[in-house]
């Protein structure tokens, strides 16, 4: 895999749609739930986030064959390009992947680590976890 690949910029006017859902975990008896709530973001906040994606340099971008099995997804976003294509933005509480099918070769995945992304995801989960934070703070 070309690694200048990786550092593709994303292009706001290719996006046609967006999604963002997030978990919550909530108790019910002695059992507990997971429902995933939609979130609906806003022009600045998708502009915001390319930009914070579009940031990031090569060298900060770690190429993968796949996410790791063991990874619990918190939240996620899914831009749906014109052309059937997507960048699909996913969270763990500590990595952010990112895996995209508008690169030539096809699907590519990598992390990144961007502080105001991380940030807007942890905002976004506040008391996700039984009314909790969840989120580390290092």
């Known amino acids: 895999m070309s690694k200048s690949n990786l550092n593709k910029e ?11 859902s997030k978990a919550r975990y909530t108790r019910k008896g002695s059992g507990a739930y997971i429902d995933w709530i939609d979130v609906e973001l806003n022009q ?25 099995a063991n990874t619990s997804i918190s939240a996620g976003i899914v831009f749906k390009l014109k052309a059937g294509r997507e960048i699909r933005i996913q969270y763990d509480l500590e990595k952010i992947y990112i895996t995209r099918t508008d690169i030539w070769t096809g699907q590519m995945i990598y992390t990144i680590d961007q502080e105001n992304l991380r940030d807007f995801f942890d905002q976004q989960l506040k008391g996700f976890y039984f009314g909790e934070d969840k989120v580390n703070k290092s």
């Open 44 to 68: 600045d906040e998708i502009n915001n986030i390319v930009n914070w994606i579009n940031s990031v340099p090569e060298s900060d971008r770690v190429a993968l064959n796949q996410i790791p």
């Open 10 to 20: 994303i292009q706001v006017k290719q996006i046609s749609s967006t999604e963002m």
